[in-house]
Each structure stands twice: as structure tokens, then as C-alpha cells.
């Protein structure tokens, strides 16, 4: 199934994005910020979820968030946001919860280990919470900038190791890094969701398909087995509608 999800969306009228985007993709993957937080909507996306031939997942809140802070009240507080949108997930019937694996300190350079014990022991009490609420955990890998913890797959597979936290893959990501391969090897059937979307390797500038540098075709064929669903994050609802057409004949030129 084809989704999509934009940053942009969350300065709108939740009801409002869902009119938009029911016309053209069967998946809103909803980006849980500002006026789209699903811990502010959730009641009333269940009063009308009725009247939109949807599915939905949930990208987990960001901004002003580290699960690996090392300020012990902020990084509650974070965790504390991650458990929240997984019980108002549980209580719109979405399943999928795609999480962030936090940051590095951008003031203190050598709390780096630190910061990493402290992102696993948040995933830890991040995966009860997903147990709890039944729901899927999906933790993402990161693009290539610096303070970005998961950027590698190793690195990614570390900070979930000992958990069945499953993972996002987000291929513009994975391309910043130059490890799109690498990252589906590493990955594999622990992969539950997919974000699309087109950059020249450099910057996460999410590109509509087919503007940057991404071999989608090689990328798709190595994940013929990958059943799940593609969220196409895009930076306004032309690109996601001109991604979608592009992955649509993709996609049938893989199977063919």
C-alpha cells in the first residue's frame, strides 16, 4: 500500500489533511505534531475515521524530543510523549508507531556512550509500552548529520538490540549515508514500514521520486519480498501525488 506524510500538515485542520489525502493515497501515515497530535484528535479522528477509506500509521512526535538526553527529566518527559502516542494509537485502532532514536548532545562532545546507553534503556521502556498497548514500535534510521543517532545499520541495531523493536526504514535516509544496501541486509525482516522519498546523498531534502539520485529501481528489486507499506514523506501534496504516479510504475516494472 501507498502512503504518504508531510511535515507541513501539522499546522492544518487534522479532518481538513484527511479530505485531501483520502483523494489520491489509501494510507496517511500521520506526522503526531502541533494541530495533528493524535494525543489532541484522537477522539474525533474515531467520530469520523467512518468516512474516509483509509488505513493509518503514526509517525511519533520530534520536535523538542530526545529519548537520549542526557537530562534525566527531559528524557522522561520524551518517553513519556513516545507511551502516550502509542495509548492514543491503541485507541484509534493504528498499529504502527514509527519512533526516532534520539540525539547526541550538541554541547557536550564526549557523552557520546553515555548517550547511547541511555537511547537503549528508553527503546526498553519504549517496547513495554508498545507490548502494553499493542501496538508495532518502529524505530528509524537516521539521515547523515551529525548530532543523528542510527545513522548506521549497525548502529541502529545496536540501540535495539535485545528488544523486538522492529524498524522504519526511510531509503532518502539510508541514501544520505551511501548504505541503502547495507541497511536492507542488516535489516531485513525486521523492516514493518518504508519511507520514500529522493535526495543526491548529501542532504535529507526529501525530493520528489525521481529528482535526485536514487536508483529506485535496484532499491525495489532488492525488496521484492517487503510486503508492507510505502510512505512516500513529502514536502507538499504536488510532490507526494508526482512520487506516487513515479512509484506506481516502478513498482510494476519491478514485478513484471
Given at each position: 500500500?501507498?502512503?504518504?506524510?508531510?511535515?507541513?500538515?501539522?499546522?492544518?485542520?487534522?479532518?481538513?489533511?484527511?479530505?485531501?489525502?483520502?483523494k489520491?493515497?489509501?494510507?496517511?501515515?500521520?506526522?503526531?505534531?502541533?494541530?495533528?497530535a493524535?494525543?489532541?484528535?484522537?477522539?474525533?479522528?474515531?467520530?469520523?475515521?467512518?468516512?474516509?477509506?483509509?488505513s493509518?500509521?503514526?509517525?511519533?512526535?520530534?520536535?523538542?524530543?530526545n529519548?537520549a538526553?542526557?537530562?534525566?527529566?527531559?528524557?522522561?518527559?520524551?518517553?513519556?510523549?513516545?507511551?502516550?502516542?502509542?495509548?492514543h494509537?491503541?485507541?484509534?485502532?493504528v498499529?504502527t508507531v514509527?519512533?526516532?532514536?534520539?540525539?547526541?548532545?550538541?554541547?557536550?562532545?564526549?557523552?557520546?556512550?553515555?548517550?547511547?546507553?541511555?537511547?537503549?534503556?528508553?527503546?526498553?521502556?519504549?517496547?513495554?509500552?508498545?507490548?502494553?498497548?499493542?501496538?508495532?514500535?518502529?524505530?528509524e534510521?537516521?539521515?547523515?548529520?551529525?548530532?543523528?543517532?542510527?545513522?548506521?545499520p549497525?548502529?541502529?541495531?545496536?540501540?535495539?538490540?535485545?528488544?523486538?523493536?522492529?524498524?522504519?526504514?526511510?531509503?532518502?535516509?539510508?541514501n544520505?549515508?551511501?548504505?541503502?544496501?547495507?541497511?536492507?541486509?542488516?535489516?531485513?525482516?525486521?523492516?514493518?514500514?518504508?519511507?520514500?522519498?529522493?535526495?543526491?546523498?548529501?542532504?535529507?531534502?526529501?525530493m520528489?521520486i525521481?529528482?535526485?539520485?536514487i536508483?529506485?529501481?535496484?532499491v525495489?528489486?532488492?525488496?521484492k519480498?517487503?510486503?508492507?507499506?510505502?510512505v512516500?514523506?513529502?514536502?507538499?501534496?504536488?510532490s507526494?501525488?508526482?512520487?506516487?504516479?513515479?512509484?506506481?510504475?516502478?513498482?510494476?516494472?519491478?514485478?513484471?
Open positions: 500500500m501507498i502512503g504518504m506524510s508531510c511535515t507541513q500538515f501539522g499546522i492544518f485542520d487534522p479532518e481538513n489533511i484527511m479530505d485531501m489525502v483520502s489520491d493515497f489509501e494510507l496517511w501515515e500521520i506526522f503526531s505534531e502541533a494541530e495533528n493524535v494525543t489532541k484528535f484522537s477522539s474525533k479522528f474515531n467520530e469520523i475515521k467512518g468516512s474516509y477509506d483509509m493509518y500509521s503514526i509517525h511519533a512526535p520530534i520536535c523538542d524530543i529519548i538526553s542526557v537530562n534525566d527529566k527531559m528524557r522522561e518527559a520524551a518517553i513519556g510523549e513516545m507511551l502516550k502516542t502509542m495509548e494509537a491503541n485507541r484509534m485502532d498499529r514509527t519512533i526516532h532514536p534520539g540525539i547526541y548532545s550538541m554541547v557536550l562532545y564526549d557523552v557520546k556512550e553515555r548517550s547511547v546507553e541511555l537511547s537503549k534503556r528508553s527503546l526498553k521502556e519504549i517496547e513495554k509500552g508498545a507490548r502494553e498497548y499493542g501496538v508495532t514500535a518502529a524505530v534510521n537516521m539521515p547523515s548529520f551529525g548530532i543523528m543517532m542510527g545513522q548506521t549497525d548502529g541502529l541495531l545496536d540501540l535495539i538490540d535485545g528488544t523486538d523493536l522492529m524498524i522504519c526504514f526511510d531509503i532518502g535516509h539510508a544520505t549515508m551511501g548504505l541503502i544496501n547495507e541497511c536492507i541486509d542488516a535489516f531485513g525482516g525486521r523492516i514493518v514500514n518504508i519511507h520514500i522519498h529522493d535526495n543526491i546523498g548529501k542532504n535529507d531534502d526529501h520528489t525521481g529528482e535526485g539520485s536508483d529506485f529501481m535496484r525495489l528489486s532488492k525488496l519480498w517487503y510486503k508492507g507499506n510505502y512516500i514523506e513529502s514536502r507538499n501534496m504536488e507526494a501525488i508526482i512520487s506516487k504516479g513515479r512509484l506506481e510504475v516502478l513498482m510494476r516494472r519491478t514485478n513484471s
